[in-house]
Every structure is written in C-alpha cells, then in structure tokens.
C-alpha cells in the first residue's frame, strides 16, 4: 500500500482533532501534570546556567564563565550546579500553573464575548490571545514569571 493510497482511503479509526481546543475541552489533571513535568524539565535543563549567572553576578572578580563551571564541578561536583533547584520548582510549578489558568480562562472568556460582540473567528481569536496575553504577562512580572 502506497501513501498516495493510504491518504485516500478513510479509516474506522481516524482520530478527529478540532481545529480549536477550548478550556472547557481540557482535562486539566493531565494539562497541569504534564505542564508542571515539562516545565521542570526544561528548568532542570536550564537550571545550571543560571547558577553559573548567580556566581558571575556576586563574584568579587571577573571571572570567564568556563572556569567557574569548571571549579564547580571540581569542588562541588554535579550536585553544586544544580543546589537550590528544589526550592526553585517549589515556588514555580504552582506560579506557573496559576499562570496558565489565568492564560486559558481569559482567552476563552474574551474569545467568547468578542464572538458574541460579531467579531469574525481569526480576529475573535487574535483579540483573545493578545488579551490575554497582556493580562497573563502583567500579572506575572509579580511572580517574576514573564
């Protein structure tokens, strides 16, 4: 069977995906289980070059960057570039997960009203996302998540 084939022809079991994905559609358990573990991954990724950044900035001498991370890792070992990481995740999972309510429920708020309003979909959606995006990034300049 060749793709071109394999296009044209419907299957029993297609998987039907709806152009908009609404908050009200989420099952929130997995959408803030699998935010909070994604966004620790990408922390834990991060999380060394920030402690690099933290040495840098109350170093009392200019010192390269490389060299810092070298003499972590000799005299602290792994475990040095990655202390104070569990505090860290513990203020911003739930700072995150706040963000990302606030995030989805305007949107879906505003998307409604201005559909309601007679604006057409795209810019419905446009004025949606910028709302709320300038509503979300406001509010965490507070958490320092923006």
Not at 107 to 118: F, Y
Not at 123 to 139: F, R
């Amino acid at each position: 069977m060749s793709l071109s084939t394999a296009a044209e022809e419907p299957t029993a079991q297609e998987i039907r995906i709806p152009a908009d994905i609404e908050w009200q559609m989420l099952d929130k358990s997995k959408f803030f289980l699998l935010g909070a573990a994604l966004f620790s991954g990408v922390s834990a990724t991060l999380y060394p070059v920030v402690v690099l950044k933290t040495r840098q900035q109350v170093a009392q001498s200019h010192v390269p960057c490389v060299r810092t991370a070298i003499w972590i890792m000799r005299h602290e070992g792994i475990r040095g570039l990655y202390r104070g990481f569990g505090t860290s995740l513990t203020g911003t999972i739930p700072a995150r997960a706040l963000y990302m309510t606030a995030l989805e429920v305007t949107k879906s708020n505003v998307g409604k009203a201005t559909t309601r309003l007679g604006f057409p979909e795209p810019t419905s959606a446009a004025v949606a996302n910028a709302v709320a995006g300038l509503k979300c990034c406001n509010g965490a300049q507070v958490l320092d998540t923006c």
